[in-house]
């Protein structure tokens, strides 16, 4: 890792933990309410890091379900626009303090970041694929493989869906019940490795974006893991 002193001052972890314990209760509270969120795979999930957590990204609710289901402090690195979003919810990232990067980029800037991190013993959530999309599992980005590459980070993969579409006042007027969601944690796997850590090849950050995928499909069901439905 390329990581220094002044980078692990300036990307101290953990970090913002009474606002982000106020944000954790307030979702634990809404989720308990208007869902029946299932956790699934608790067994697999380490103690704490370094560790780079890899999800799938079908919905807004996505990262509240992650913080709600972890048991650590957790960063997010992500591009997190959101489309289609109530209001007050677009809050979310600013008041939990993510790193918002550009998407589907390695820049400079986030490899500094992620590396502070994971060299504190962090943990740091990425989409690889980018910004939400419908339910139906894409490629990765390049810049979640250049990072598992770069850092040598051991990689946890979340599967998290609902079985409802996430239609959360939808399914309690039509079915009178709570809209059902899951998260389910995989194995951890890695660290990845290539040639050259420090200037991993574009062929060699596919691959690793490829591997994380096939991962997080695994988690998800058969109508939703896209073109990884045949690998698997």
Known sequence: MIGNHQDRKRYRYP????????????IGLGVGL??????RGREHIPSGG????????????????LILSSPWPLEFLADFQMPNVPALLKLLPALYKTYDVAQGTPN????????AILEQGGVLGIFPEGRLHNSLLKQALPGAGFLALRTGAPILPVGIYSEDAW???GTIKREKRRMRGVCEFGEVFGPLGCENPRRPDRKEIDSAGIRIMSEIARLLPEEARGPFFESL
């Open 15 to 26: 970090r913002n933990r009474f606002m982000r314990w106020m944000l954790r209760t307030g």
């Open 167 to 169: 239609d959360i006042f």
């Open 50 to 65: 370094p560790l780079l957590v890899v999800v799938n990204h079908f919905h807004f609710l996505d990262a509240a379900v």
């Open 34 to 39: 208007l869902t029946r969120l299932e956790v």
């Open 108 to 115: 400079l800037e986030a490899l500094r970041t992620s590396e």
